[in-house]
């Protein structure tokens, strides 16, 4: 019996390391593959990020390039007033106070700015500008919807709830795109609530990506019914971006009519795609039409003749308009 179990024994060790090992390897394969995998997910996580700080190194640098030239250019005006302060105050080593210049014509005595005043004026711009770069990135995935129906509900979660889901409905039906709860970041409404005003929607959706979608279907809003042909979308200037595009619109208008033109014949707006904000201008056709009147006189009477076919260089008398 102990040689029969023995031999039972002699038989199956091998068959069980065999096993044993096999179902070492599958698992260290699995496991080695979830590795790979992991770290095929790193390298392209850690490419996004390099081709993110490649991005960023070069607005960067053209950044400190422009503030520099900036600089170089007060620093140029700066020179340019101290020799022009020395070659005028200290002719032949004497040197005069303003008070002692007279007044020519009647002209106040203008006063220098020195090297002093010149570097809190540069500093000042180089932190202004920075702060509106900041803002500028803040407000980069944000958009402004223009009468978006208010719901006049007195809690403030559920007229949120009604604009997200009018902003979704909305993107769906004009232009078939997908937007859910979770591209929406945010939504408010600007200003107080009131019940006689539709105050403007801001939203910031979750990439840019999103936000062009939304934004390019704004040129189909027009011809969308009656339900959506009313609402607008721009994005979310700054402040100094909305003055700026405001004083652009308005030179526009400007040189429209003094060409003889009226601006309510075209359609102006700003785009901000490139460096330098540009005004776009394109023409409104407005197709406008009146029914046709036919001329009393010329209206057969129930038993007069037929007249004959009107000919190539004859027309019928009709009151039109032209598109």
């Not at 038989?11 to 698992?27: G, K, L």
């Not at 889901?165 to 408010?188: E, H, N, P, R, Y």
């Amino acid at each position: 019996m102990k040689e029969k179990g023995s031999e039972m024994f002699w038989e199956w060790e091998p068959r069980m390391i065999d096993r044993v090992h096999t179902e070492v390897a599958v698992q260290l394969g699995t496991e080695t593959q979830h590795w790979k995998d992991d770290i095929v997910q790193l390298d392209k996580k850690v490419t996004e990020c390099e081709e993110i700080v490649d991005g960023c190194r070069i607005e960067a640098h053209s950044k400190i390039v422009e503030c520099e030239t900036k600089i170089a250019e007060l620093l140029e005006r700066t020179k340019f007033i101290e020799s022009t302060k020395m070659a005028t105050c200290r002719v032949d080593k004497c040197e005069l106070d303003e008070g002692s210049w007279p007044q020519l014509g009647g002209a106040q005595p203008c006063n220098i700015v020195d090297q002093g005043q010149v570097r809190e004026i540069i500093v000042k711009a180089v932190n202004q500008h920075q702060e509106e770069d900041k803002e500028i990135e803040a407000r980069k995935n944000n958009l402004v919807l223009y009468n978006i129906p208010e719901r006049q509900a007195e809690r403030h979660d559920i007229r949120v709830m009604a604009d997200r889901d009018f902003i979704k409905t909305m993107c769906d039906d004009v232009a078939g795109i997908q937007v859910t709860d979770s591209d929406i970041l945010k939504c408010v409404r600007l200003g107080a609530f009131t019940t006689d005003k539709i105050r403007p929607t801001l939203i910031t959706l979750v990439d840019g990506d999103v936000k062009e979608n939304v934004l390019r279907m704004g040129k189909d809003l027009g011809l969308s019914g009656n339900r959506y042909n009313k609402i607008g979308i721009s994005n979310d200037y700054t402040p100094l971006q909305r003055e700026e595009n405001r004083k652009l619109l308005a030179e526009a208008k400007a040189e429209i009519l003094s060409q003889g033109d009226l601006p309510e014949n075209y359609k102006l707006f700003v785009s901000r795609r490139n460096t330098k904000p540009q005004v776009i201008k394109r023409k409104r056709y407005k197709a406008t039409t009146q029914p046709v009147q036919l001329d009393s006189a010329a209206i057969p009477a129930p038993n007069a003749s037929i007249p004959a076919p009107i000919g190539a260089n004859q027309a019928p008398t009709l009151a039109s308009q032209d598109s």
